[in-house]
């Protein structure tokens, strides 16, 4: 598939760490496609490194198959929805979307702003001041300044974080709508993997600097390439070379028939979640096995004696690590 | 853009530094005429042979502990009094202190003291000097020490006294140990300004109250004495000495 | 601790009651009186010390300090802004360079005025230097001039503006600069529109400091203008000391109080941001 951004074994070296170590990566045209791993794991640095406000140490990154690694931001066409905004507070909401368009000289300002604006339902609210908006609003001045440009490559970092939870799930619908509507591939960085999970259409997962995983949703949950992306990316019990996932496990006061595994256990505690319950049991071993079970099934006590099964095919077979 | 800015830091540093610099060679200078003829000490022996700076600097060094020592109790006390409640009064007062003209200050002073002297049987000397110094102090001492006291835990009081202090051993033993940074640095501030003071000096000083300032400047307006460039040169090197600890205080 | 406050209070009320309030007042007072036989203050109340401030000779005087401490604080913009960028920018060496900037700020103010002296003179180190480079044929008077006494005013305030500018810049967030590249915007184009527009508080702050330090200077047009350039500080002074005019004196202080509360009004409304 076409891509638009490749990095090749890019590297991003402090004094004491490897922010970034030998990331290789494509991005492919016109996708939703997410950088994601816990904090501090380099996902950022990536980021920066292509928007232009890091120098990599070492590795290639190339935009439209050009290199740009020796470009500054100002003449690289990738634009960055930054995490707080960074919308300028002294200009309103219509200059701080004319701003890249002035700074390019382009002659007719008028459409492309007048289209971003209806395209981000941002009609009546041209004259204000950042401090004059909501935060979901001040999103869409930043998604709007950037898309006015039409980059070849939008950087969305962590585009989620700053906004109210009950907010966030309605917005990432409409992030994915927005993203299909121009067509623009999205690079989004983010910490949340149910978010990372839900919008994109590529994943790669990063850990300490490196490259994990790359793969679209449902291998990187169903087919983790290693113990460290099965666990950030959903629970997991761990059985030696084994992971489990708690939703494909049952919970029975007698071992289960037929071509089932199952393990004899203690229970110890529930956790009530809201949507479902999460059962602790004690297989014996010291090691605790989570069990989800649903909210109006049966209740299981401290102290029960019980069965929890699940089916070979829903076992994710991992190694440990020497 | 950015080695521009360093080139024209090193041009801004050089305007900043270099008169003084200039000034301090030309104190070991054995001519007296600006041509460099030799390292000498011979100014800085004349200057400390010299009485009456001698009793000049003896003096400044007296106003600027007395002022010190006043303005800081007086400001530290007071920047904990605002702290706990603001008075607005207080407050206004100490700013308009803050911007009032030196000259302003002085010549208000200087007709005050005069108001006072109808109905007592002193004169101007060193106590109207360090009292002109504590006032316009005081102003310094609540800002920095303010400053300290707005980064500091309210908690931590009301712990003391959850614990049985009274209110004024919750202030003498949990407060003033943590703000005696921003208290030390508060006092050399006001000494380092009291020692330099000649605007406000010069109006309410008696005859018997010289400081190191005014004999300074009448040296300077006397005509080009080598000697001052010695002294200045000690100034320089003692005040800046002193500021370099008062900002190692404040960072800490 | 309320009952404790009054006394934390007490000792700063009193003195700044006695040294500061009582004395502002009897200035004011006196602006109202008349100049006795002997230089002293009596009645009768009278306007004429206010009516006397229309002179051309103190409105030429008032003008002149006017005019050199706005080409002063126009300077020290010039030269003082450049200078809080360097110092927003330099990173970690960041303390040690402050300290450059503040520390001969506080070394003595009149030593400083006087190694201007020094280097001014006629046989002074820059005439030297300039005769001997071949730049100049013969020593000029540069000390007692208006030129030395606005270079001693931007000498001695600089820091003035220099530090508000600083605070505002190291407080600017660095994703609105990000940001501005991000959007096409080069390192000069950024600067006039993002990087100065928001620094516009410290710049004002700065500015109205070094204004009414410039304004109300003394030792400076006194040192190095030599009394042929005096300006309103050192009018006040003199009518204090060598005319013996009291009451005009007071009221000329009090017009120059007047001109520095009026400029300070738009500082007050931000005071919030510290006093300096």
């Known amino acids: 598939m076409d891509s638009v951004l490749e990095l090749r074994r890019v590297s991003k070296h402090y004094l004491h760490h490897r922010a970034v170590d030998e990331v290789t990566l494509s991005v492919p045209r016109g996708s939703l496609f997410s950088l994601v791993g816990p904090s501090g794991c380099g996902k950022t640095t990536t980021l920066r490194l292509v928007a232009g406000f890091e120098q990599p140490s070492g590795g290639e990154l190339l935009l439209n198959g050009s290199r740009i690694e020796h470009l500054p931001p100002y003449e690289r066409n990738v634009s960055t929805v930054f995490q707080n905004y960074a919308l300028f507070p002294h200009l309103s909401a219509r200059q701080n979307i004319e701003f890249g368009l002035r700074r390019r000289g382009t002659a007719d300002l008028d459409s492309p702003v007048r289209k971003v604006i209806e395209l981000l339902r941002l009609a009546g609210k041209e004259s204000r001041r950042p401090h004059q908006m909501s935060g979901g609003e001040r999103q869409r001045v930043a998604l709007a300044r950037s898309l006015v440009l039409e980059p070849d490559l939008l950087l969305l970092d962590e585009p989620l974080s700053a906004l109210d939870p009950q907010l966030r799930k309605q917005v990432r619908m409409e992030l994915k709508s927005l ?55 959903g629970a997991i019990n761990w059985l030696g070379n084994v992971g489990v996932r708690p939703e494909s496990t049952r919970i029975a006061q007698t071992p289960p028939d037929g071509d089932l595994r199952s393990k004899a256990a203690i229970v110890r505690s529930s956790t009530f979640l809201g949507n479902c319950v999460h059962v602790e049991a004690d297989l014996g071993d010291g090691a605790m096995f989570v069990v989800e079970t649903p909210r109006d099934g049966d209740v299981f006590p401290p102290g029960e004696r019980v069965h929890v099964w699940w089916h070979p095919s829903d076992e994710i077979f991992l190694p440990e690590q020497p | 853009m950015s080695r521009w800015l360093s080139l024209y830091a090193v ?203 005014m004999v300074i400047y009448a040296m300077a307006r006397r005509g080009f004495n080598p000697a001052v460039n010695a002294i200045s040169t000690l100034i320089v090197f003692g005040l800046g000495v002193l500021i370099l600890a008062g900002e190692r205080l404040r960072e800490s | 601790m309320t009952r404790l406050r009054a006394w934390f209070l007490a000792p700063s009320a009193l003195l700044l009651a006695a040294l500061f309030l009582i004395p502002l007042g009897i200035i004011c007072a006196y602006s109202l009186m008349t100049r006795g036989p002997y230089g002293g203050v009596s009645g009768p109340w009278t306007w004429d010390n206010y009516a006397r401030l229309p002179d051309p000779l103190y409105l030429l005087i008032l003008w002149r300090s006017l005019l050199y401490a706005a080409i002063s604080t126009a300077l020290c913009v010039l030269m003082g802004f450049p200078l809080a960028l360097f110092l927003a920018r330099s990173g970690h060496r960041r303390n040690l360079y402050l300290a450059l900037v503040i520390v001969p700020f506080w070394t003595s103010f009149l030593v400083r005025t006087y190694a201007w002296m020094f280097l001014l003179r006629e046989t002074g180190l820059i005439n030297s230097v300039l005769v001997w480079l071949g730049i100049l044929e013969q020593p000029f008077e540069m000390l007692y001039t208006p030129f030395a006494v606005i ?126």
């Open chain 3, 151 to 276: 270079l001693g005013l931007v000498y001695g305030y600089l820091p003035f503006m220099v530090l508000p500018i600083y605070a505002t810049l190291e407080r600017l967030d660095r994703s609105l600069i990000e940001a501005a590249a991000d959007l096409g915007a080069r390192p000069l184009e950024s600067l006039f529109r993002i990087v100065i527009p928001l620094s516009r508080p410290g710049i004002l702050a700065g500015s109205v400091l070094v204004f009414i330090s410039c304004l109300g200077a003394y030792l400076t047009p006194d040192l190095l203008g030599g009394g042929k350039t005096i300006m309103i500080g050192n009018l006040v002074q003199n009518q204090f000391t060598s005319a013996r005019d009291w009451p005009f004196g007071s009221a000329l202080s009090l017009l120059l109080m007047l001109v520095v509360m009026l400029l300070l009004m738009p500082v007050l409304r931000r005071r919030q941001e510290g006093l300096l």
């Open chain 2, 11 to 213: 041009a801004a540093y050089s305007f900043l530094h270099l008169p003084l610099v200039v000034l301090a060679v030309f104190s070991f200078n054995s001519s007296r005429y600006t041509r460099w003829e030799g390292f000498s000490l011979v100014w800085y022996r004349a200057a400390f042979e010299d009485a009456q700076l001698g009793e000049a600097a003896v003096n400044s060094f007296l106003i600027g502990v007395a002022a010190t020592a006043l303005a800081t109790i007086a400001g530290t006390l007071c920047a904990y009094g605002l702290w706990k409640r603001q008075s607005a009064w207080i407050t206004t007062t100490l700013y308009l202190s803050l911007v009032t003209p030196e000259i302003v200050i002085g010549i208000a002073l200087l007709a005050f003291y005069q108001w006072v002297f109808r109905f007592l049987s002193i004169q101007l000397g060193i106590h109207t000097v360090i009292l002109a110094h504590v006032m316009f102090s005081i102003a310094y001492v609540v800002t920095v020490v303010g400053a300290r006291l707005r980064t500091f835990d309210a908690g931590l009081e009301e712990a003391a006294m959850d614990l049985g202090a009274t209110e004024w051993q919750a202030f003498r033993r949990v407060t003033l140990p943590q703000l005696l940074p921003g208290v030390a640095s508060a006092a050399l501030l006001v000494f380092i300004t009291s020692f330099d003071d000649y605007v406000i000096t010069s109006l309410v000083a008696g005859v018997d109250s010289e400081t190191l300032p």
């Open chain 1, 179 to 233: 993203q299909r509507r121009v067509g623009i591939t999205f690079l989004l960085v983010t910490h949340d993997q149910e978010e990372a999970l839900s919008l994109s259409d590529g994943i790669a997962v990063m850990n300490r600097g490196r490259l994990e995983q790359i793969g679209d949703p449902e291998q990187i949950y169903l087919r983790p390439a290693t113990r460290f992306v099965a666990s950030f990316v």
